[in-house]
């Protein structure tokens, strides 16, 4: 079985809730609060030893991501 990349979203089909290791993946979404919660949701979901990169177009990273939050309520 390939590595996947877990997205952390289990109502998506199971083709698109994993993509494989080693690539680049751009996902679009239309609100800004939409991509807020998909980017947590994502890196939370991630085991302890991944490697993620986040790539925003405006603004602070550090301010939109809350790890500690998530964690918390999960």
Excluded: C, Y
Aim: hydrophobic share 45%; glycine share 10%; aromatic share 6%.
């Amino acid at each position: 079985m390939d590595p996947v990349f877990s997205l952390g979203i289990s109502s998506l089909w199971d083709e698109l809730r994993h993509m494989p290791i080693g690539g680049v993946w751009w996902i679009n979404v239309d609100r800004q609060q939409d991509a807020i919660s998909l980017v947590n949701q994502t890196i939370a979901s991630q085991t302890e030893n991944a490697n993620v990169a986040v790539i925003g177009m405006a603004g602070n990273p550090g301010k939109v991501i809350k790890l500690d939050e998530i964690s918390r309520a999960g």
